[in-house]
């Protein structure tokens, strides 16, 4: 007998058996579910520190644009012309980014937008321009598309950064007059104008950006936080330039809120936003989503003030032209803001109310203290 063909002792092969090889993919499951949030953790500290040099070179562009013209940039969408808009702030920043080239794609002496406010078309020759998106116009958290497709298939670069037109207090929503913020309608603010310190006034933050069409909800019902919509709030006010600075209530539910002099001021939010149904999203022909074009001069657009804390559940309203704002992001716990030091801080979703609304304010000698 050939001893290498000998059968007595037949040789055993070795391998996983079936419980071993569930042991193995359970701990390794386990260790990837240990892993996952620690990635996402350290994905999401990269957005947000990316968010935040967005801020901080624009807030350097805003203090070169000063510097250069002695005027903070203005927007122009209520006082232009007749059913015509002109520029947002953003826009009039380009040369200031590096954005040359696209800059001289624009002419600032031409209408921007034409149409109605509840039907504004970009001027054709600037069209192709305002589809450009820019990155640091963009939060990278935001899962929004960075471009929106607007009524008639129009496109549009997005934008997550604010320029302040103040607190939103009183009667400061009402941005065709001088508020206390460092832009309105044809303002003309400047550094000089920040009399409660660079250091303790905002001058942008960052908001979340508007998707799909326009939809209603029950009232009282709201969407999924940070609210990817607005609120539309004008139902109730009369849009009609009044003697002085404000809007006036014409009906429920804002006449509560009416002042001495016949205008809205310091609404309630909380007693207002439930009963309203409408919302509106990123497709609407008056571009009334939040954040939809960077070109765009409306306040919905590029313009923000303080009424609200940061990813406060109040949504942001808007009345016709003007609204009641805050901050928004999908950083934890807070968001973004620029200061006019050129700090960028997140802040707290917990912040006091009123310490928010003077940080907004260039000039309301408020005592803000820490924040």
């Not at 997140?346 to 912040?351: A, E, F, K, V, Y």
Request: hydrophobic letters at 40%; aromatic letters at 8%; one cysteine or more.
């Amino acid at each position: 007998m050939n001893p290498r063909t000998n059968t007595s002792h037949p040789r055993l092969d070795r391998g996983f058996t079936l419980i071993e090889l569930l042991v193995v993919i359970a701990i390794i499951a386990i260790l990837i579910s240990l892993l996952l949030p620690a990635v996402q953790q350290a994905r999401e500290a990269a957005r947000r520190s990316q968010c935040k040099n967005n801020l901080k070179q624009l807030g350097l562009a805003l203090h070169n644009y000063e510097g250069s013209l002695k005027v903070f940039p203005m927007t122009n969408a209520q006082n232009y012309l007749p059913n015509v808009q002109g520029f947002s702030p953003q826009a009039r920043l380009l040369p200031y980014m590096e954005q040359t080239n696209l800059q001289k794609l624009l002419d600032f002496t031409q209408p921007a937008f034409t149409g109605p406010f509840n039907n504004l078309v970009p001027n054709p020759q600037f069209a192709t321009a305002f589809a450009t998106p820019l990155p640091f116009f963009l939060c990278p958290s935001d899962t929004a598309p960075t471009q929106s497709q607007g009524a008639g298939g129009i496109v549009y670069g997005g934008n997550n950064y604010m320029l302040s037109y103040g607190s939103g207090t009183s009667t400061n929503y009402d941005l065709r007059w001088r508020t206390d913020g460092i832009v309105y309608e044809n303002s003309n603010a400047r550094i000089s104008d920040v009399t409660d310190g660079t250091s303790n006034t905002i001058f942008m933050s960052e908001s979340v950006r508007s998707v799909g069409a326009d939809f209603t909800l029950p009232a009282g019902t709201l969407p999924p936080a940070p609210y990817q919509a607005t609120l539309n709030g004008s139902a109730g006010v009369n849009s009609a330039l009044q003697a002085t600075q404000g809007l006036a209530p014409s009906g429920s539910p804002w006449t509560p809120f009416a002042s001495s002099a016949g205008v809205i001021a310091n609404p309630d939010l909380s007693a207002v936003w439930p009963v309203m149904t409408n919302w509106r999203g990123a497709a609407s022909a008056a571009l009334r989503g939040r954040g939809v074009s960077w070109a765009a001069s409306g306040a919905l657009n590029t313009l923000t003030n303080g009424y609200t804390t940061p990813n406060s559940r109040v949504p942001d309203v808007v009345t016709h032209f003007t609204g009641f704002f805050g901050p928004r992001s999908y950083h934890s716990g807070g968001a973004n803001v620029l200061l006019g030091d050129g700090a960028v801080r997140l802040l707290s979703n917990s912040i006091n109310v009123a310490v928010h609304r003077g940080l907004h304010s260039r000039n309301g000698r408020e005592v803000i203290g820490e924040f």
